[in-house]
Each structure stands twice: as structure tokens, then as C-alpha cells.
């Protein structure tokens, strides 16, 4: 590549290592930064990423995880990277609360290492994607600003929350420009570029509604309908993908302005509330289904409200979200949910844990106000998909995940036995149905890493 300015430049083209790049937000940064001619390298373990989707990108991949300080090193130094925009993360919410570890080890201990590599490299222009979950609960039903305190209530917050101290120190001690990007509720796709929201296990609530609408709709739980918001329902702030990436390139942009030293901290958002209901029906409105809603009580410590102040970012970083109108996320989500060519990885989290009966119309979704773009699985919703023409056709067979997971020898046959009793039972009294997997781990049958490896080998299992 025929560099037009090198890292002290704003403006300049420059090699970039986007760590995560392999994700659902990581590699829409990555399309974004190469489409404005950066050259980028990947560095993702791919246990929640996947290696198809750097092959669609045509980027180089380093297979690295970052709790080990020296292929960290490795990867950083000599490499003659002029800047970082580190995306990876540990980032199921509830897998944060049950393996704190977990969480701590890849989000602080890997961000520290990737710190520690940077500075021996001599790196100086950082970009973070933090997280406004950061935030807390602060009450009420306004804005937050980047002054707004910070009060992390889940695992997951607290350790975006501690990796933006350590940032910030570090850029203080040995110099440089950070940037913090504390990013709200994301969704959509590119589906032009071949990328999209991809999970193994999907969490988030557009995702999942589509999931729902595309096996023919059904029941949707949402926990809280008595907050003092317009419906009753839960509010968040919801921003496109492609906005997200290129709040990333305009933040690498800005590391290269005067202020050695300075870390700038921005909210990624629209200002725009909207609430879990409104979601229910845009889903509706996109896919022409009718999803019922039934109403459960809220849950303790829920935000009624989650929404960001833009005002900072469009003033100090030049970004406006662009593409984040609700009927534009949900439509890009849509296409890309009916694409013909998913991945298996991403039907396994359709997949329940006896082996993906037929979906049924009653399937309920069960979303939880405390981060209503999170949300516990369907029932049976495992062997159908829509064709993109509103036919429901078979789905390739997977292998069960209980057998998988013995096979693996993760689990014995006494544990397979108890959760699928535990499984039926729930279903039985009328509890929304949870993949196997998800019960193992609450049994502490199993633990994240055995969890992921296991759908991982049945999404390479499923492709042959």
C-alpha cells in the first residue's frame, strides 16, 4: 500500500490491527477502515468470531488470545502498526455474571497485555470500544453524557469501566492519543458486504424477534410494561452498525490531532428512545407477523431508560448517526436473517438441546427489561428457517449439543440426564424454553470456554 501520510498525520492512511475483528461490531470496523484504505489486520481468537467472515473481508488474521502476554507481544511488536482499535471482548452479559473470571481475564487482564504490547511497540493511537453499560442505572428517563457518573452494575460494565481507567493511565504515563467509544444498543448489518450479526448463542432482541418471525411468530415475554415510559416499556437507544464503524474511523482520525497525552471519551448513539415495544412491532411491520406480547413483572435493579447524549460526539468527533432509524436496523437485520447463505454457526443458536424439534407458532421469547436487547431462547425453534420468500424450509441437521458435549468429554451421562429432566420440566411449566448448553453452564456442568468450544465443533461438523 502507498502510504499518503504516516501516524502523526489525522488524515493519513495507516496499518491498522483491529482487535476482534472477527465479530459481529469488529468486522464492520474492519470493512469501514478498509474502504477508506487503511490497511488492517485481525487479531481475534475466534471464540465468538468466525474465520469465514475475515475471509470474506480478505484481511489478514491473527489467531491470538490476548490473556497471553507473549503472543500478544508477538503479534504488536514489529509489525509496524501505526495505530489500534481494540473491539475484543468477552461480550455475553449473563456469561459475565456467571464466570466473573472469565469476564475479567479477556476484557481487563487481555486489554492490559494488548496495553503492555503497545507501549514496548511504541504505539501511540488507540481507539476503545467501551460500552454504555458503563453508566449503570442512573435513573429517570433523560439522556446521559459522557459526564454522567459511572456506575456499572453488571460484570460486564465494570470491566469496560476498568479498562477505560487503565487506558487512561497508561495514555497519561508513556504518552500518545486514546479514544473511548462507549457504544449503546447495536444492530443491524451489511449485507452487501457479506457481514451481519452472527452468534452462536444470540442474546440480542432484534436477532431474536427476526428468529421468532421467520418460524411463522409467537408469544414474546417482556419483563416490565409499568416503567414511566410512553408504553410501559423499556427504552434503550438503538445505533445501526455501519454508524458504530464509522464513529471508529472518525475516532482514529482524531488520534492523530495534537494532545499528547489526552483520552477523549464519546457516547455512540442517537438520542432517540425506543422502547421494547416499539421494537415488537417494527418487527412486525418489516415481516409482516403479528407477535404477542405477554407481559411479565419487571425485574429488580431494571433502567427504565438507557439513552445517550450525541451532542459531545457530533460536536467534538463529527459524528451523527446516519442509518440508526429503527425501520433501517430492523430492515438490514431482516435481509441479513434471510440470507440464503448463513453460516451454520449461526442456526446452532436455534438449535435446542434434544436434537432441534420442529418450531412452533407458540414459541415465546422471554426479554428481560434489564438489557431488553437481551433475551432467553425459543422453544423448538431449531430445524426451520425462512426461505426469504415466507416459506419455512428444513434446516441441515446438526449434531445435538449433549451429545457433542460428551463426545467432547465435557459432560458425563448422569449430567446430560439431569439437565434435559431440567429442560423438560421447565418447558412443562410453561418456562421459556433454554438451549441445553445454557443449563449446563448454570449446573456448572460445564464451564464458557467448554460451552463454545462444543458449538464450535458442531458448526464444523454441520459445514461438512
Known sequence: MSYLARSGEPGGLMKVLVTGGAGYVGSHVVWTLQQAGHEVVILDDLSTGHRSTVERLDATLEEVDLRDPDAARRVVVGKGFEAVCHLAAFPLVPECERAPEQAWGINVSGGLNLLDACREAGLRRFVFTSSAAVYGNPGGTGTISERSA?????????????????????????????????????????????????????????????????????????????????????????????????????????????????????????????????????????????????ERQRRVGDPASLVAD????????????????????????????????????????????????????????????????????????????????????????????????????????????????????????GESHKLLGIILLEMGAIDSTQLIDTLRQMNTTARR
Open 150 to 294: 459511572s456506575n456499572a452494575v453488571s460484570v460486564y460494565g465494570r470491566t469496560k469501566a476498568a479498562l477505560e481507567d487503565a487506558l487512561r493511565d497508561h495514555i497519561r504515563a508513556y504518552g500518545g492519543r486514546a479514544v473511548i467509544l462507549r457504544v449503546f444498543n447495536v444492530g443491524g448489518s451489511n449485507v452487501d458486504a457479506g457481514i451481519g450479526e452472527d452468534h452462536a448463542i444470540e442474546t440480542h432482541l432484534i436477532p431474536r424477534l427476526l428468529e421468532v418471525a421467520a418460524h411463522g411468530g409467537g408469544g414474546v415475554e417482556v419483563f416490565g410494561t409499568d416503567y414511566s415510559t410512553e408504553d410501559g416499556s423499556a427504552v434503550r437507544d438503538y445505533v445501526h452498525v455501519m454508524d458504530v464503524a464509522r464513529a471508529h474511523l472518525l475516532a482514529l482520525e482524531r488520534t492523530g490531532i495534537a494532545g499528547d497525552g489526552e483520552t477523549d471519551v464519546f457516547n455512540v448513539g442517537t438520542g432517540t428512545p425506543t422502547s421494547v415495544r416499539e421494537v415488537v412491532s417494527c418487527v412486525d411491520s418489516t415481516c409482516g407477523t403479528s407477535l404477542d406480547v405477554v
Open 310 to 429: 450525541p451532542t459531545e460526539a457530533r460536536q467534538e468527533l463529527g459524528f451523527t448517526a446516519t442509518r440508526s432509524a429503527l425501520e433501517e436496523i430492523v430492515q438490514s437485520a431482516w435481509a441479513w436473517t434471510q440470507r440464503e447463505d448463513r453460516s451454520a454457526s449461526s442456526r446452532l443458536r436455534a438449535v435446542d438441546g434434544n436434537g432441534g424439534r420442529t418450531a412452533r407458532p407458540s414459541a415465546r421469547v422471554a426479554v428481560s427489561a434489564s438489557d431488553p436487547g437481551r433475551l432467553r431462547a425459543p422453544r423448538d425453534s431449531g430445524r426451520l428457517r425462512s426461505s426469504g420468500s415466507g416459506r419455512v424450509t428444513a434446516m441441515r441437521r446438526s449434531p445435538r449439543f449433549g451429545e457433542m458435549a460428551r463426545r467432547r468429554g465435557f459432560i458425563t451421562e448422569d449430567a446430560l440426564t439431569t439437565a434435559l429432566d431440567l429442560q423438560r420440566k421447565r418447558s412443562a411449566a
